[in-house]
Antibody, heavy 121, light 107 residues
Framework: QLQLQESGPGLVRPSETLSLTCTVSGGSIRSSSCYWSWIRQPPGKGLEWIGSIYYSGSTYYSPSLKSRISISIDTSNNQFSLKLSSATAADTAVYYC?????????????WGQGTTVTVSS | DIQMTQSPSSLSASVGDRVTITCRASQSISSYVNWYQQKPGKAPKLLIYVASSLQSGVPSRFSGSGSGTDFTLTISSLQPEDFATYYCQQTYSIPRAFGQGTKLEIK
């Protein structure tokens, strides 16, 4: 059974880079049927799509974050990662990784449990 | 960018009620809408994909309909475990926008 698990620092200083990794287990990240995605949720607010990456390395980013984000993939370790530069308090959120599956027209059917990131000095 | 607008933002209902949540896209998105359920402190769960297809394992009291710009999620008979927040999402284009959410509360 496919599982995703986010990891990374829970506290980031303002102006620094937020870095998170999602580890995929129970399946291969090299699947041609999936995009691997990041979504975030500020406290008490709704879901925001951040971006996605294909196993080949092709990326798709939210225009509102595009200048600050980078998503990469490490197929040898079955992981993909998010970097968000110049972090501010507005980036404080629960960050989720998820699989967007071709057979479901890229609906996100498997999610990590989420990791809380606080941007504060 | 395509905007997704849900209504209502919150809803109070009783066990056994039939409930409908609406999602409107700012432009036509064919049937590329998904619906998710989220409970406090948990990751979202996929309920419906491509407007009306029920995800495996999801109870049949959940159904979806619509195409173009207007979509609905219906719960035919509310159960206690259905009280949660529901989000629509479009997968027609990038960015994959979500609606703002509808919080379903117990009356």
């Amino acid at each position: 059974q496919l599982q995703l698990q986010e990891s990374g620092p829970g506290l980031v200083r303002p102006s620094e880079t937020l870095s998170l990794t999602c580890t995929v287990s129970g399946g291969s990240i090299r699947s041609s049927s999936c995009y691997w995605s990041w979504i975030r949720q500020p406290p008490g607010k709704g879901l925001e799509w951040i971006g996605s990456i294909y196993y080949s390395g092709s990326t798709y980013y939210s225009p509102s974050l595009k200048s600050r984000i980078s998503i990469s993939i490490d197929t040898s370790n079955n992981q993909f990662s998010l970097k968000l530069s110049s972090a501010t308090a507005a980036d404080t959120a629960v960050y989720y990784c998820a699989r967007a599956y071709y057979d479901l027209s890229y609906a996100m059917d498997v999610w990590g449990q989420g990791t809380t990131v606080t941007v504060s000095s | 960018d395509i905007q997704m607008t849900q209504s209502p933002s919150s809803l109070s209902a009783s066990v056994g009620d039939r409930v409908t949540i609406t999602c409107r896209a700012s432009q036509s998105i064919s049937s590329y809408v998904n619906w998710y359920q989220q409970k406090p402190g948990k990751a979202p769960k996929l309920l419906i994909y491509v407007a009306s297809s029920l995800q495996s394992g999801v109870p049949s009291r959940f159904s979806g309909s619509g195409s173009g710009t207007d979509f609905t999620l219906t719960i035919s008979s509310l159960q206690p475990e259905d009280f949660a927040t529901y989000y629509c999402q479009q997968t027609y284009s990038i960015p994959r926008a979500f609606g703002q959410g509808t919080k379903l509360e117990i009356k």
